[in-house]
């Protein structure tokens, strides 16, 4: 049994390291990894993408947390900002981490201006612990504070979210990850563990708070409440076993597509999977209020990660327009262009022209909104935003270390390269 400091680190501009008193088994991100994945309560911490993990103090054997549900001046991406609700000065709010046995007090402190619960998703546990206002508890009105208290009967990648008010709640961004990892360790060990929530925001182009009141057609979809390029991406060394706990609180059901491998799904909110009920895939619909567990071991590459809706690896964008594809825009280009400068005809140069326009500051948009794609790689413009990441893969990687390796150094001839550039080149075949 170990005993030592915790440093937390937060990822972000409000990167604080918090120092608490002995804790089992949790340790810093970025420090040297322990030795994890044994029987002795200790475990190798979870990587909240671009998030971090709530510290705890042991306190007669419970492990006490404390959460504040709160206003938070949140940043999407860099030009894009919002007053959204979450936890301790974060959406979403921080992981909690605990192993299966461990006796848990939760505290909830609410500083909003309504009132507010927490149901603990997925977890088994009294029903007066269940945190569904009115129905198992009453509502902790503003300013006062509850304390949840309950034993972990279980392992999995869990949630917690608000049961009060919840389309209002769950729209701004309250919601956050609960991790219980299994009291005999990991039978196939983990090298890299990493969790994210999906969401869908509704933040109109020059606007400053999330409409609740939008049922489908959002403007933002995130993975930890932010969106490419302000994911961080997944990295790991060549040879790891990388997992990547997904959970779904928005309103649609997200298709998380990789490059590079087959995954294999392993877990959802019933635990790690016993091994015969793995399966191969390379896509994996992560449904409303469902979790994904995947595994992979990395291949050296930077790859795409990301949702597979093709808007939801958009930003903001109008969707109330006529289809122009095929429609020669030539004139109507310029007659438009009087009345709306800066306007730019679709399907005549590709959506990724707009990128370029945009980042030229010819059409610089409304006030707080993104541009639709963004992303500079290393061969140009990724022409995505949204639910998009990458994972980057090195032959040399050090444990523990998650900062960004930058682009990937494919091997000489191992890049698809331009051979003509004679649009009547070769002699393809075509149908009859
Ligand atoms: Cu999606």
């Given amino acids: 049994m170990t005993s030592r400091r915790n440093f937390i680190n937060l990822t972000g501009a409000s990167a604080v390291a918090a120092a608490i008193g002995p804790v089992l088994g949790a340790n810093a991100a970025n420090a040297p990894r322990k ?3 044994t029987a002795n309560n200790s475990y190798l911490p979870t990587r909240t993408l671009n998030g971090w993990t709530l510290p705890y103090t042991m306190k ?3 492990k006490e947390f404390h959460l504040v549900a709160e206003e938070v001046d949140h940043e999407f991406a860099p030009g894009s900002r919002a007053k959204c609700w979450g936890y301790n000065g974060s959406t979403p709010g921080p992981t909690i981490e605990a192993v299966e046995g461990d006796r ?6 609410n500083g909003l201006k309504e009132h507010t619960t927490i149901h603990w998703h997925g977890l088994l546990l009294p029903s007066g612990m269940d945190g569904v206002g009115g129905l198992n508890q009453p509502q902790i009105l503003p300013g006062e504070t509850f304390a949840y208290e309950f034993t972990l009967k279980q392992h999995g990648s869990h949630m917690y979210h608000p049961h009060a008010d919840e389309m209002v709640q769950l729209a701004v961004g309250m919601m956050g990850m609960f991790i219980i990892h299994p009291k005999d360790g990991e039978k196939v060990k983990i090298d890299r563990d990493y969790c994210f929530l999906l969401h869908n925001w ?9 409409d609740p009141a939008i049922m489908v057609d959002f403007d933002l979809w995130t993975f930890n409440s932010k969106v490419f390029p302000a994911i961080d991406p ?3 060394q060549t040879g790891e076993r990388v997992r990547v706990r997904m959970a779904n609180l928005s309103m649609w059901n997200h298709p998380v597509h990789m490059h590079g491998v087959q995954f294999e799904v392993t877990g959802s909110d019933g635990g790690r999977w016993p091994k015969s009920q793995w399966r191969a895939e390379t896509t994996e619909i992560i449904g409303v209020g469902q979790i994904r567990d995947i595994e992979f071991i990395a291949e050296p590459g930077d790859w795409a990660f990301h949702c597979h809706m093709a808007h939801h690896t958009m930003n903001a964008m109008g969707h109330d327009i006529p289809n122009p594809l095929g429609v020669n825009q030539r004139g109507i ?13 679709m399907g005549e140069f590709g959506m990724g022209e707009h990128q370029e326009h945009t980042d030229m500051g010819h059409h610089p ?3 707080n909104t993104l541009a639709m794609m963004a992303g500079k790689g290393p061969y140009g413009n990724i022409e995505m935003g949204g639910m998009f990441t990458t994972v980057k893969v090195r032959d040399k990687m050090k444990a523990g270390d998650y900062s ?3 682009w990937y150094d494919a091997p000489e001839s191992t890049v698809a390269a331009r051979i003509s550039s004679d649009p009547d080149f070769g002699n393809p075949p075509r149908r009859k």
């Fill in 234 to 236: 997944l990295v790991a």
């Fill in 104 to 109: 848990v007090r939760i505290l909830v402190t």
């Fill in 365 to 367: 948009g409304p006030q």
């Fill in 35 to 37: 030795p994890s994945n």
């Fill in 60 to 62: 007669n054997g419970v």
């Fill in 404 to 406: 960004d390796p930058g």
């Fill in 333 to 345: 280009d310029s007659e438009i262009k009087e009345m709306l400068p800066g306007f730019m005809a």
């Fill in 202 to 210: 509704a933040l109109h182009p020059g606007t400053y708070r999330p």
